[in-house]
């Protein structure tokens, strides 16, 4: 059975370990090569200064547990950063204790934390079937739209004035294993609303904070893989229907959780899907950068090559389309990456992100300074 990315995180590790030993023994460190290329850059800019100097805002995920106690990732985030995204915060599962409780006191944090270092802040997520509290699941299909829209209304309203942009509906589209026509997931919000759910949540949202940009946000759309292909083409045919329908929706978010070993990037096909969606006259916002190590070799300088390629690969297309307008890295350091719970068969810690376990900067931090330095201007 051929698992996609999305499907290997959301089973969990177990189920990926046979994939990923089988793919580790098939490639050497030869197989990487050591490209000649040191990814280097000019001057001494923070990236996000780079991005801005193009118009792009550059930031990052973070959960509040971390940046409250760790001053020296903090550091790092205010540094470099542009914009933050509460990583869990602001989803259901920890916004929302029983039905009757909104927990603001992890986001507000946050929230504050942005102000006071001048970063913007963006919401994620007002609809994603993972992050459902339990309780969630005893709703019927009378309460259901209204569970969801004043879930909306009231997380909104609360951030309304300070959220730069919302992922109001997260991961509907599951193009490797839905086998509906419009390959949206079955997911408990499909089963109570049908896909009028999405555009409900849109509606509410936009009421609750006419100014936030309103984003759909998706993963699995990187690569020339059918259900990647099959997950592009389903995208598409949403947005155009959303459009139709005159909702309020601004943006596409593309999660880019990359994979280092993944060779079937194809640059034209990615290409194409940014310019569809630009010509929709939507924004696009990459979302989740990273970049999965599991199935590369051990050695440190190979890993951290080939993770660095992948991103300016990905990048040096994603910021030609001008419509590209924000670059949000999963996590900033290696300290801190949901990636570590899908460990390398040979459990070395993973290396993902911009910044080391230890608060260096790594050759992926070069690779997205080099793909903003060389971006055209918005
Ligand atoms: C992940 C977080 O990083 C984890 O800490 C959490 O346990 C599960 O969610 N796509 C998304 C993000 O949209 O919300 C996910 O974040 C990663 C995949």
């Not at 200064?49 to 547990?65: L, P, S, Y």
């Not at 959220?163 to 109001?168: C, E, I, L, Q, Y």
């Not at 079955?186 to 049908?194: A, N, Y």
Request: charged share 25%.
């Amino acid at each position: 059975m051929k698992l996609s990315r999305r499907q290997t995180l959301q089973l969990g590790f177990g189920a990926f370990l046979g994939a990923g030993c089988t793919q580790m023994s098939q490639l050497s460190n030869s197989a990487f090569g050591m490209p000649s290329k040191d990814f280097p850059i000019k001057g001494s800019l923070s990236l996000k200064q780079r991005a801005a100097a193009k118009g792009i805002i550059f930031g990052a995920a973070a959960n509040q547990r971390d940046v409250v106690r760790d001053t020296e990732y903090a550091q790092v985030l205010a540094k470099d950063c542009g914009i933050l995204v509460p990583e869990n915060d602001l989803k259901w599962a920890d916004l929302r204790p029983s039905p009757d409780q909104f927990d603001f006191q992890r986001g507000d944090w946050m929230a504050q934390f942005t102000k006071q270092h001048g970063l913007l802040l963006r919401g994620h997520t007002l609809a994603w079937h993972q992050s459902n509290p339990e309780w969630l699941k005893d709703i019927t299909r009378q309460q259901a739209e209204q569970v969801l829209v004043k879930h909306i209304h009231t997380v909104v309203k609360h951030y309304a004035g300070r959220m730069h942009s919302w992922d109001v509906v997260n991961e509907a589209i599951d193009g490797a294993w839905s086998d509906r026509a419009d390959k949206l997931q079955p997911t408990q919000w499909v089963k109570l609303l049908d896909k009028n759910y999405i555009e409900i949540a849109f509606r509410a949202a936009a009421a609750a904070d006419p100014n936030a940009i309103l984003v759909y946000n998706d993963t699995s759309v990187d690569y020339d893989v059918p259900e990647d292909n099959r997950t592009r083409a389903a995208i598409l045919k949403l947005l155009e229907s959303l459009k139709s329908r005159n909702v309020p929706i601004h943006a596409l978010g593309i999660q880019g959780h990359l994979d280092a070993a993944e060779k079937r990037f194809n640059e034209k096909k990615f290409r194409d899907f940014l310019s569809e969606v630009a010509g929709m006259g939507l924004k696009i916002l990459i979302t989740e950068l990273d970049v999965s190590d599991r199935s590369l070799p051990a050695d440190i300088h190979v890993r951290d090559r080939a993770v660095a390629d992948a991103i300016e690969q990905y990048l040096s297309v994603a910021l030609d389309e001008r419509a590209v307008s924000a670059v949000i890295t999963w996590g900033i350091s290696d300290r801190y990456t949901w990636l570590s719970r899908y460990p390398r068969p040979d459990k070395l810690p993973v290396r993902t992100l911009p910044y080391s376990d230890t608060m260096q900067r790594k050759l992926a931090w070069n690779a997205i300074a080099r793909s903003f330095d060389a971006a055209p201007k918005r």
